[in-house]
């Protein structure tokens, strides 16, 4: 089965910086769009970013542009999410998460199937 686990959330102040990390085991993933969702305490889960297998499609939330980015390591079946300048507002749970095929290229949650347990992130000051 897929399995997807993230890592390198924690507690943070305003205006530092983490890079979160998402390893896939049980399937080559290469060849899929991934993305990254993030849900906040009585908040909806909303798209952060996505990037295609080749990295020739990059996408990020109007919320989050120019403060954080996206990027993979295919040969590690790893996707990355670079957070800079971090704010309050950013506070959640990040997921990682693939869409049922590789060929979508989407940022509707519940067009995405495989799904990691999630990372904490938390910003206070």
């Known amino acids: 089965q897929v399995q997807l686990v993230e890592s390198g959330g924690g507690l943070v102040q305003p205006g530092d910086s983490l890079r979160l990390s998402c390893v896939a085991s049980?399937?080559?993933?290469?060849?899929?769009?991934m993305a990254w969702f993030r849900q906040a305490p009585g908040k909806d889960r909303e798209f952060v970013a996505g990037?295609?297998?080749?990295?020739?499609?990059?996408k990020t939330a109007d919320s989050v542009k120019y403060r954080f980015a996206i990027s993979r390591d295919n040969a590690k079946n790893a996707v990355y999410l670079h957070m800079d300048t971090l704010k309050l507002e950013d506070t959640a749970v990040y997921y990682c998460?693939?869409?049922?095929?590789?060929?979508?290229?989407?940022?509707?949650?519940?067009?995405?199937?495989?799904w990691g347990q999630g990372t904490q992130v938390t910003v206070s000051s």
């Open positions: 998460a693939a869409p049922s095929v590789p060929t979508l290229v989407v940022d509707t949650a519940s067009l995405y199937h495989y």
């Open positions: 990037i295609s297998w080749n990295a020739d499609i990059t």
């Open positions: 049980g399937r080559d993933l290469s060849r899929y769009y």
